[in-house]
């Protein structure tokens, strides 16, 4: 069993920033990769970047590219989404979210919403 918690969102303006934090528990995190969803009004749920196990390798969606940075501790059981440059149209619900053998686990989602 894995339990993801997400924090760190709210509201900003565009142009600002938002450090988003999910903490895991119940299974070795450090030896899984993590990854990033969004979900805005009306749309389905969307990748928005993902880590390797180690860290060393990450991934983004195209729209987020130069903007948002994936990282985490393993020692702190956390993965971060620092978000720079904020827009519109990235306000959503965040989720994170990674597979363990074949299950796959989502936090509870925390709001982001960025005001023109």
């Known amino acids: 069993q894995v339990q993801l918690v997400e924090s760190g969102g709210g509201l900003v303006q565009a142009g600002g920033s938002l450090r988003l934090s999910c903490a895991a528990s119940g299974r070795t995190f450090s030896g899984y990769d993590m990854a990033w969803f969004r979900q805005a009004p009306g749309k389905e749920r969307e990748f928005v970047a993902r880590i390797s196990w180690s860290g060393g390798v990450t991934s983004y969606v195209d729209s987020v590219k130069g903007r948002f940075t994936i990282s985490r501790d393993n020692a702190k059981n956390t993965v971060y989404l620092q978000m720079n440059s904020l827009k519109p149209e990235d306000t959503a619900v965040y989720y994170c979210?990674?597979?363990?053998?074949?299950?796959?686990?989502w936090g509870q989602g925390t709001q982001v919403t960025v005001s023109s």
């Open positions: 979210t990674t597979t363990v053998i074949v299950r796959t686990y």
